[in-house]
C-alpha cells in the first residue's frame, strides 16, 4: 500500500449471495497485492467479500491483452485470502452487471458481452427477466479413479471436474453430513489437485434438481458458487446417464444463496443463468493510490 491520501473508489455486489468488492481499474493503474484483496475482504475490518473483481481494460493488462481484440474488459479475479483464480461464475454476472450499470459495455451484435478471464473468454447475455447467463464453455472430466473427499471421519468418493478452474464433486444422502465446513475438506490422493480445489457436496431434491454446499479454495464456504454448480450439473448428469445423449439437460442447483439453473448443450458447453446486483458503492481508505 503507497502512502499517498486518495481513496479508492469501489462497488460492492452478489450473485445468489456470493459476493464480491469491485474495484475498477480502467488503465490498470492499481497494483492490488495480495494483503490489499484480504484487507476489502475482511468481514469485521474491510468492506466484507468471498473475493474481488479487479476490473480492468484487457488491453492494460499483460495476463489478458491477447484477447484485447475480443474482451474490452478482463476480469481479475482474486480469492479473499489473496490468491488468484482463473474463472468465477457468479463473480463474472456481477461483473458484467458492473459494466452495464456504469455504462461500461453493452451488447453486441450477438446480443452478448464478452469478458476476458484467466480461463479465457466468456460471453454474458442479459435475459429478458434480469438475470444473467454466461456461456461457460466446456467441462473436463480428467480420470477421477480413487479420488475422496472427507470430512471428520466421513469419506465420500469424488469426480474431478475443471471449469477453467478445479473442483472435486461428492454425492452425499444429506449436506449436513459436510458439517460446519470451517476448514477445507480434506482430499486425497494429496496430489490430485496440486492447485488447491473448490470441494462441492450434492445431495438430490428431484428430478435434474439438486442442493449443494461449497467450500471454495481460497475463500472457505461461500453461499453459492458458479463455475461449482456447473461442475455439480455435468457430475449429476453423467451420473444420470446423460452426455452426449440425452442433452441439452437442464439441472436446477440450490445453493444456501440462491439457484441457478445450469444447461449442457450435446456439444459440451455450459450455460449458467442466475441473478447478479449491485449493493453499493463508495470509497474506502483500506487502500490507497497515488
Ligand atoms: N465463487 C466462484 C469461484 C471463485 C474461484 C474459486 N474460489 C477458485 O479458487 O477456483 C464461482 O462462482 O465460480
Redesign the pocket.
Known sequence: MNDSSTGLPFLKGHGAE?DFVIVPDPDGAIELAPEHVRLLCDRYAGIGG??VLHAVRSAKNPEAAHLAADAEWFMD?R?SDG?V???????VRVFVRHLLEAGLAEPGGDGTIPVATRAGLRRVRLEADGRLTVFMGRAELPDSTGIEVAVGDRRWPARKIDMG??HAVAFVDDLAQAGHLLDAPSVSPADAYPE?V?VEFVADRGPRHVAVRVH????GE?R?????ACAVMVAAARRDGLGPEGLPATYRVDMPGGTLEITEHPDGQIEMTGPAVIVAAGTTTLVRQG
Do not use: K, Q
Open positions: 456470493n468471498d473475493g479475479y480469492n490468491s483464480a482463473e474463472m468465477c461464475g457468479n463473480g478452474n478445479p488447491g473448490n471454495e479454495r481460497g475463500s461461500t453459492a458458487c458458479g463455475t461449482g
